[in-house]
């Protein structure tokens, strides 16, 4: 953003929010390009076989003891709001990602 607001000659003081610098440029937040990141990456993880550990541990649940302090990176939570922030309907986004042209370009 520091490098935009230079470019566009924008200074602190002009008070410009980086929402309005990002409008002006045309570029997506970051916001949106990690939703599209782990998108493409649930899009993945459904193709691979069940057999592979990313599956396996998407699945999983702990038998025992506890998960460490903080916000999980990557859970199914997250793929269903990351969908719903993308208007897929979540009934269909299963099928939909096991054909890769389209499910990139959905995600796009």
Avoid: C
């Amino acid at each position: 953003m520091r490098h935009m607001r230079s470019t566009l000659r924008i200074t602190t003081m002009d008070k410009v929010t980086n929402k309005e610098i990002l409008e002006q440029t045309g570029l997506p937040s970051m916001e949106d390009l990690l939703i599209r990141k782990n998108l493409r990456w649930t899009g993945h993880l459904m193709r691979i076989p069940p057999d592979r550990l990313p599956k396996q541990v998407l699945y999983s649940q702990l038998s025992s003891g506890h998960r460490k302090r903080g916000r999980p990176r990557f859970r199914k939570d997250t793929i269903k709001r990351n969908l719903k922030l993308r208007d897929i309907k979540t009934d269909s986004w299963i099928s939909l990602s096991q054909q890769r042209d389209t499910w990139r370009a959905i995600v796009k």
